[in-house]
Each structure stands twice: as C-alpha cells, then as structure tokens.
C-alpha cells in the first residue's frame, strides 16, 4: 500500500488537530521511512522480481525489523512516547501510535503472505495486491476521503497553503499511478535511494504547505486550551 497510508495521516487531523500533519504522516509511512535505510545497511533484504505480485515487482522477503507487527508496536510506542515528552498532548501520542500500526493492517490486505508477526515469525497477507483494479480502487478511495477529512478539517492561510497542498496530492496520485504502470527499477541500489530522496521530498513538503494552513473556525481551540502540543 501507498498512498492509503497517507490517507490515514491526513485523516488524523480532524482528530489531533493540534499535531502537526508532518507528524500525523510520518506515523502511518514509518516503516517504509525505515524499510530503505535498513536495506542501505543489509538489516533486510528485497528481491527485483516481475509479477511477484500483479500490482508490483517487489519481492519483500525479508523486513523484520521495518514491519513485523511485534516491531511496528516498539517503534509506534516509542515515537508517541517521545512525542508525548515534548508537547504533552494526548491526541496527538494517540494518533501517532494508531498511525504507526495501522501500516501493518493495510500491508496485510494488500500483500500476499510477507508480512510477518514477529522476527522469524509466521507470515500473513490478503494479497489484494493480486487485483489491479481492487488496489486502484481501495487506495484511491482512502486517499480521496484521507484528503477530504483533512480539508474539511484546516483552511490554507495563503497561496502556499492552497497551491502548494493542491500540488502535493496530485504528485502523490501521479506518482502512484505511474509507479503501477512504468518498469521496474534496475536494481535494488536504485530503489534505495530513489525511496530515500522520495521520503525527504515528501516529509518537507508535507511540512511546508501545513505550516501555511490553519484550523477552520469549528476546530479552534481557545487560548486558555492552547498547549505545547500546539507548536510543536
């Protein structure tokens, strides 16, 4: 899954609208914000394999410390943990940790049995990966709802707000779309980086367009409410 996992970090907003969007994203995408460096290091391993699956050429046999369920729920405590220390808010910590856990959950539908409850673990998958037009369907599905959550949710303050947030979501779809239907990558070094200026790109864009948008009217929060939680 792609772009359903950043559908689940902008519909986080409506509930934690204190935290900061590239946060309630770096949550849902954080296994695959460590899957590339794990693999830079030889922690995990991933085969370039065609028709492995009918929705991409990956073969993902081995990502352990990334995305077993037993790891996603060390690395989701310990980011709202953290989280928690510096803005003191709940939602927020909550948010995150859901977030972080949810990748397993929509990996599981979408890949075929790789994913693993544990290191050395027993593995499971749905394989709705197996349908092109099921994955298309579901994930653009989740990311239109993902995004209108988030807009019903917060207002741009200022062109970049409304531009730079409008550009986002057409990259992500365009890149979800082209990534289906273009070649595999040449070789696993490729994927590597290409993934991690991917995720650079993404985060500090995310960034960006959300600090030029504020709560609508109906999620303000008074100022005798404000907290840390709301700067950070």
């Not at 989280?83 to 990996?107: E, F, K, M, T």
Request: glycine letters at 8%; charged letters at 15%.
């Amino acid at each position: 899954m792609f772009i359903g996992h950043f559908a689940v970090g902008f519909a986080a907003k409506k509930y934690a609208q204190r935290t900061p969007l590239v946060l309630l994203l770096a949550a849902p995408l954080f296994a695959d914000l460590l899957w590339p460096i794990f693999l830079l290091v030889g922690w995990e391993h991933v085969r370039i394999d065609p028709g492995n699956t009918k929705f991409t050429p990956l073969d993902l046999y081995d990502y352990p410390w990334s995305h077993s369920l037993l790891m996603d729920c060390v690395w989701a405590t310990a980011f709202a943990l953290i989280y928690y220390a510096i803005a003191r808010y709940w939602p927020g910590a909550v948010a995150i940790w859901i977030g972080v856990i949810s990748h397993w959950i929509l990996d599981w539908l979408t890949h075929r049995p790789d994913m693993p409850l544990y290191p050395s673990g027993p593995r499971f998958g749905l394989g709705l990966w197996n349908s092109v037009v099921g994955t298309l369907a579901v994930e653009i599905a989740m990311f239109a709802l993902g995004v209108w959550v988030y807009m019903r949710t917060t207002r741009p303050r200022d062109r970049i707000g409304r531009y730079a947030f409008g550009a986002y979501v057409a990259f992500l779809l365009v890149a979800y779309v082209s990534d289906r239907f273009g070649g595999p990558p040449p070789n696993v070094t490729t994927l590597i980086w290409s993934a991690i200026a991917a995720e650079v790109i993404l985060v500090l864009w995310a960034w960006w367009f959300d600090a030029h948008r504020g709560l609508r009217d109906s999620f303000r929060t008074s100022p005798t409410r404000t907290s840390v939680g709301s700067r950070l």
